[in-house]
């Protein structure tokens, strides 16, 4: 049983690396972008209201993002353990997840933070919108949005090495190398020394 949170900036590669945990631990990856960005092409209300903050490089409110995950974490293929990729992204959030688990009796396990150079996150992102054409993903939205995560979100850092349950790993390099180093850094939760 895993229940595991992946933290870093905007392009460090939480994505990938969330999906190749997934298929290597045996528990789904739930990603708040993915579940946002299926909103906005299926034009749902919450997709068009999800599309107004992501274009600005702004965050999804609280509500709504709380919401989603809280349901999300009900299912049957999460209940027995998780990666979150996006969420949580604030103080607030953490607080949230720590109640949603222990209305289930739960808690949460881990935490890795994929770190990474902001300047090249920039040069990643652009790569990556150029690619796929996405909206969300202009230079001066992605500088916005790495400033924003670390106004928010950089904090969660400090509120998870309190609680012994973090460990940094460099996001740079080939992604398997990457997922290597990942995964060493869980070993060493699971197994401290």
């Given amino acids: 049983m895993?229940?595991?949170?992946?933290?870093?900036?905007?392009?460090?590669?939480k994505g990938t690396q969330?999906?190749?945990?997934?298929?290597?631990l045996g528990v789904p990856a739930i990603s708040t972008g993915d579940i946002f960005r299926a909103n906005?092409?299926?034009?749902?209300?919450?997709?068009?209201?999800?599309?107004?903050?992501?274009?600005?490089g702004k965050y999804v409110p609280d509500t709504v993002t709380n919401a989603m995950v809280r349901d999300r974490l009900q299912?049957?293929?999460?209940?027995?353990?998780?990666?979150?990729?996006?969420?949580?992204?604030?103080?607030?959030?953490?607080?949230?997840?720590?109640?949603m688990l222990?209305?289930?009796?739960?808690?949460?396990?881990?935490?890795?933070?994929?770190?990474?150079?902001?300047?090249?996150?920039v040069r990643r992102l652009a790569g990556r919108a150029a690619e796929q054409g996405r909206s969300d993903d202009t230079e001066a939205v992605?500088?916005?949005?790495?400033?924003?995560?670390?106004?928010q979100t950089a904090p969660l850092v400090e509120v998870y090495a309190e609680r012994g349950l973090l460990r940094s790993v460099d996001g740079l390099g080939e992604i398997a190398a990457v997922t290597g180093r990942l995964v060493a850094a869980l070993t060493s939760l699971v197994n401290p020394a």
């Fill in 2 to 13: 895993t229940r595991l949170v992946l933290l870093g900036a905007p392009g460090a590669g």
């Fill in 18 to 24: 969330a999906k190749l945990l997934s298929a290597r």
């Fill in 40 to 56: 906005v092409a299926a034009e749902t209300e919450l997709g068009q209201t999800v599309k107004e903050y992501l274009d600005a």
């Fill in 75 to 99: 299912q049957p293929d999460a209940v027995d353990g998780f990666i979150l990729d996006g969420y949580p992204r604030t103080t607030d959030q953490v607080r949230e997840l720590d109640e």
């Fill in 102 to 121: 222990g209305e289930a009796g739960a808690k949460l396990e881990h935490v890795l933070e994929i770190t990474a150079d902001t300047d090249e996150l």
């Fill in 142 to 151: 992605i500088r916005t949005r790495q400033q924003v995560y670390a106004e």
